[in-house]
């Protein structure tokens, strides 16, 4: 692990800089895919998926006795823990519902703000060796408070061409009754243009590789929207005397798990912390299946000492974590003070991993800086929001004038020719 | 203009069909400008406003001092309205202020969320004929109410080398001190990676012409964000014979008048109306000073008659139009069920022009289809939201096992390796 102290400010760039991610190789291929998809259908849907997932399929959909049937090969321990974090995910996403807003802006001028559901969304949840299955809590359970009509999932086949049944029962769960056996580029295009078995959706959301990342991005270019920009994993840990090295070690570990091209750092002002998490982190890391890994994560990573807590600040702000641990004493200043930050863990007995399954906030979360601009995924990410205004003929004599002289300054006649005739009208009649 | 009765449904898609716009040429030249900002600067910035625009600029930051006496030049009749028009739109922007979200998922378990503004932000505000300073309002006064650190205004260069002075009284009056006089690709370009003059943003948004719609899009591959994608504006009016027939005419006009390929479309349940409508038209046509331009996008337009509202309301749900005007008995299910659309004016006396100015409500609204999937700007458009936890020791202790759990089912032994230290630390010192 690298230690830096005190790294003056004009170093921050560089030393904060992400793992690059290449996609121009990755183009050429999912354009070639859309076009085939949008050309073809399901025909290309079967094509591709026998070429990059080496399974041949009868069909794409799950059938309903499938999706019944899955919870029983679900252990009940498991079963049990999905239906606990369902909960709590339900009670935070549904604390996000907002109301109508109202505000009459002038006497008879009403405007108001609602919020509606997305009809139509996507979800992909990404296959590879272990069932994803609390991206499914994590999209599915927002999108069913928001009130989405159509709900579809896709996620790649295995080698026998099936879904892990965990996938299958937590999508059951949450209400979804639409799920295709459809991965990768293919799995994206085929819900941006829809085909003969995959609906066309208005928004796709979810996590995936390289290829998943680039589809996603260009089926923006279609009119689809998409939950954020993807980029690898990372976790910033600010920490003090307060906090256990064995615990942050830990967290550390839990991120540098996700792939070779996750970032960890650890921002402290005390460098005897930072010797006392890399002894922790060795020792912890010797007993972890995927030491291969995270060794490779965390040969990449930071600790970093930094003179006082203001400069911790700007620092983090500057990096804009996807994930931010919290451990230090001055713990009101480091809250109030962080600007950009995708999800906040507070104190010692709150790991990342709480937030990844079960506490109840979202793990969907900007990575690679987008903290800076991009939300996680909320309850609205499910919705947009309407605005509506009703002026009665008070109202417009009172307000009208306002938008004649507005609307002739910017030479637009016709803009203003609507509201005169209504006035003409209102005041020939009084 | 093409009336169309009682089409079938199978023809809606093309009936709706928008005017398609033709991107791949601009999209060469965007590259090449975003290459040339990026690599040097302002020397970049001043070559493609000497070559786009015509014009050679010693400076493109306005002075303090330019920003101070602009106003001067504005009519004072103009500089009311404006006032006028900023204390409504702060009103409904102000509303839509949203507290943190607290909920105790679990015991122990304390989630929340909360919205902080994104620090630096970039408007764009477009020249042409005339200028838009209603477009700073929309922009601007929620940017100020969000608590933007940064906010950034470009906008181009007229013949002199000017901008207008009312496009400069409306931005300081917005509390905006940082105004560039520069324009089109260059701008966004210089605002994407910052410049020697002009800095970097973290979010772009305004309107503009084709240029600046693909520099946008190319934009958010270098890492920035915009408010949403664009297209030509459009209006559909939902009218029965509760509407007044001259109105219904002036507000398709008002939405003709802003470009060749704007599109206004009329739904109604009464043929009669259709006729009625058109011949306004043809009268308030012949007075327009635009009216070339409002005759092109008129003689694109359809009046189109449904048999009954559940038919008038899949077909405006379908088409999700940016600005939409209820003008029917029965109203109340109109509103309650509409799902898609920009903005939304109910009534005989709520002309669209009255929330393209002063009313209150944003005029920066998805176009395209893309109210289905996209708000249009709002106060969150220049925030994100934060989620935060702290958990204490009985929460973990509660909680813990379930995430151990899920953890080990998703093959992530580190994750659950977080949870269990602190388990077992807990559970040693009981």
């Not at 252990?75 to 549904?94: D, G, M, V």
């Not at 863990?345 to 709150?350: E, I, L, S």
Request: proline share 6%.
């Amino acid at each position: 692990m690298k230690k830096v102290y005190n790294p003056p400010m004009e170093s921050w760039e560089n030393l904060l800089q992400r793992p690059v991610q290449a996609f121009s190789e990755v183009e050429a291929v999912a354009r070639e895919v859309f076009e085939a998809v949008r050309r073809d259908g399901d025909t290309a849907i079967g094509n591709y998926t026998r070429k990059f997932d080496g399974v041949e399929q009868e069909t794409l959909e799950l059938s309903e006795s499938e999706i019944l049937n899955a919870g029983k090969e679900v252990p009940i321990a498991l079963r049990k823990a999905i239906q606990t974090a369902k909960e709590n995910i339900e009670k935070f996403h549904r604390a996000q519902r907002t109301g109508r807003i109202t505000v009459e802006t002038s006497p008879g001028v009403q405007c108001w703000q609602e919020k509606r559901p997305i009809d139509k969304v996507g979800l992909y949840i990404p296959g590879g060796t272990a069932p994803l299955f609390s991206t499914i809590l994590m999209l599915a359970i927002p999108a069913s408070i928001a009130g989405c009509r159509e709900v579809v999932l896709c996620s790649p086949p295995g080698k026998e061409g099936q879904l892990h049944p965990a996938i299958i029962y937590t999508a059951h769960l949450c209400g979804i009754r639409r799920i295709f056996k459809v991965g990768g580029i293919q799995a994206i295009a085929g819900m941006t243009f829809g085909t003969q078995s995959i609906p066309r959706v208005f928004k796709i959301f979810g996590p995936g590789n390289q290829y998943v990342t680039v589809a996603k991005q260009l089926a923006t270019t279609f009119g689809v929207a998409i939950d954020m920009p993807a980029g690898p994993s990372e976790l910033l840990v600010a920490a003090d005397h307060t906090a256990d090295p064995e615990f942050v070690a830990s967290d550390l570990l839990s991120q540098a798990e996700h792939g070779t091209d996750s970032q960890v750092v650890l921002v402290t002002t005390r460098p005897e912390l930072m010797d006392q998490v890399e002894a922790a982190l060795e020792r912890q890391l010797d007993l972890l299946p995927r030491k291969a890994i995270a060794q490779k994560a965390i040969d990449n990573s930071k600790l970093i000492c930094v003179p006082d807590d203001d400069t911790a600040i700007e620092l983090i702000n500057q990096y804009g974590p996807e994930h931010y641990i919290i451990c230090c004493e001055n713990e009101a200043y480091y809250l109030e003070n962080t600007r950009n930050a995708g999800s906040v863990f507070v104190g010692n007995y709150t790991p990342e991993s709480a937030g990844d399954y079960a506490s109840g906030t979202n793990h969907t979360l900007p990575t690679n800086g987008y903290a800076r601009q991009y939300s996680g995924v909320t309850l609205d990410s499910f919705m947009k929001s309407i605005s509506f205004q009703k002026i009665t003929a008070q109202g417009i004599l009172q307000l009208g004038p306002t938008i004649e002289v507005m609307a002739e300054a910017e030479g637009l006649q016709a803009h203003k020719n609507a509201v005169s005739l209504r006035l003409e009208h209102l005041r020939s009649g009084l």
